[in-house]
């Protein structure tokens, strides 16, 4: 399998290129060539699979040649054993048509674990194979540095740092980082903002001969291999319900689009999928998207669902090739004019075939507040805001005919205790495996807001895992 740019003026890679280069030469993102296809007695052939063996099926035509199907399958298994729940991905029904993935059995209690556990080994099976190291660095408001650091930590060709704002994310989030103890693990709490973070994480990439000297990468939501990492649990999910024998629709609170993006790359392989409901809290682009075609930007503002404040999703660019059947000169030059005037639409027809699949949905807090306190009184069920979201916006669009909606459970519920408790009066517990957090001892540095002094730390944590 080869993997292509969204804008066309970058050579074509491999997986294991895709896997480390993360974003394209040309500014743009790797898609595959061509979509690997299963037949319907091809999804039959699954049924009944344990996930991990599942995933690395699915995986397999996207990792191509890269690597061998034993060594996915190992992988597979090893990144899903440490799941706190045997089926890693189970569906929990909360009505007769509709019911809730839950992606947060992984070590840190969100979705991004279902993809980052796979990573961080797909990362050393090909550095060990090309005898190189990387050192990742990463800049983190709260939930993806954690997940960047559980995939990493104790791996032997990788190094990682994240910088956080010192006091300025959550007892849980920051726990999270600093009580994992790994020699290859650096945390540094920035004196400044997590803009200051992104700035400083910036000029790290920009120095070239620093860049160079540490091998600089970086794990975020625009690699491939991240998106491939995700579609399996839709599948798990469709085969469980009775695909490929009966269609199914997905509900995805959305931030960056990686996600829901998976969805769709589900559905072009062959799974059944009739409906895609994409969730916003009031940061609501891709809704106003999806509703009129106005895809226009907006300032962020901060809700109780934060990894879905964005405004500008990363992987839509992926969504908006296909749509422009896969043309990258005109791809880029929609990106081009977005970027230049804060604004895109797409031609009618394109817009009405989007319209046949995708349905956006938003809802603001107090609405997110009222439906965690609908969803508990109505089913027990205690789900996170971002879940909420998803619940809600299937809820508004079920595609009716016995079709099932299934919505993305992002996010354990006592990740945000502030807002459950709010709702419902109840503080959700963490998981027995995680709740001695704020007994285990951390380890992190405080750096002034200061390129050098972060240079440093960087260079020292190298140096001594180099050996
Ligand atoms: C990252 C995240 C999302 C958004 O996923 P995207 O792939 O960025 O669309 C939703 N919910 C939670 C809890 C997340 O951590």
New binding site residues.
């Given amino acids: 399998m080869r993997y292509i740019s969204t804008r066309g003026h970058a050579p074509a890679r491999d997986f294991a290129g895709v896997l480390l280069s993360g974003l394209a030469e040309d500014g743009g993102l790797f898609m595959p060539e061509t979509w690997p296809h299963f037949s319907a007695a091809d999804w039959r052939a699954m049924r009944g699979l344990s996930y991990a063996d599942l995933a690395a099926r699915v995986m397999a035509p996207f990792v191509g040649e890269s690597i061998p199907f034993a060594k996915l399958s190992e992988i597979c298994r090893e990144a899903y054993a440490g799941f706190g729940h045997p089926a890693v991905a189970p569906l929990a029904q909360l009505e007769t048509h509709l019911f809730a993935q839950e992606l ?1 059995h992984g070590p840190t209690l ?3 674990d279902m993809a980052m556990q796979v990573l961080g080994r797909l990362f050393d099976h090909v550095l060990t194979e090309r005898n190189t190291r990387v050192t990742i660095v990463g800049a983190t408001s709260g ?2 540095g954690s997940a960047a650091i559980e995939a990493c930590a104790n791996r032997d060709r990788i190094d990682i740092v994240i910088l956080h704002p010192h006091e300025r994310t959550s007892m849980v989030q920051r726990r999270q980082m600093t009580t994992v103890l790994a020699p290859n693990v650096g945390n540094v709490a920035i004196e400044g903002t997590f803009d200051d973070c992104q700035d400083i994480v910036k000029a790290l990439f920009a120095d070239t001969a620093f860049r160079t000297e540490t091998g600089l990468s970086a794990v975020n ?1 625009i690699n491939w291999a991240r998106i491939a990492a ?1 579609i399996p649990y839709y599948v798990a999910a469709a085969l469980a319900l009775g695909a490929p024998d009966r269609e199914i629709a997905f509900s ?10 998976a969805a769709w790359a589900a559905r072009r392989m062959g799974l059944p999928v009739a409906r895609l409901i994409v969730g916003s809290n009031r940061n609501d682009i891709l809704a106003r998207f999806f509703e009129k075609n106005d895809m226009s930007m907006a300032p962020v503002e901060p809700s109780l ?1 934060p ?2 404040d ?1 405004q500008v ?1 990363s ?1 839509f660019e992926r969504l908006l090739f296909e749509l422009l059947e896969r043309d990258p000169v005109a791809t880029a030059a929609a990106m081009r004019g977005f970027r230049e005037t804060g604004r895109m639409t797409v031609p009618d027809a394109t817009w009405h075939r989007v319209r046949g699949v995708f349905h956006g949905f938003r809802l603001d807090d107090p609405g997110t507040a009222a439906e965690i306190r609908r969803l508990y009184e109505t089913s027990g069920y205690l789900a ?1 805001p ?2 909420a979201i998803g619940i809600a916006a299937a809820r508004a669009h079920m595609p009716g005919h016995g079709v099932p909606v299934v919505a993305m459970a ?2 354990h519920p006592a ?1 945000f205790p502030d807002a459950i408790e709010a709702a419902v009066g109840i503080r959700p517990a963490l998981p027995a495996r995680m709740a001695d957090l704020f007994e285990r001892p951390e380890r992190f540095v405080v750096l002034p807001n200061d390129l050098a002094a972060v240079q440093a730390n960087v260079r020292a944590l190298v140096g001594r895992n180099a050996g």
Avoid: C, E, R
Wanted: no cysteine; glycine share 6%.
């Fill in positions: 947060f969100a979705f991004k939930d993806t939501s995700q995805v609170p959305t931030g960056n689009f990686g996600n829901i993006l669902s990894s879905m964005i999703s992987n996170d971002h879940t992002t996010a990740k």
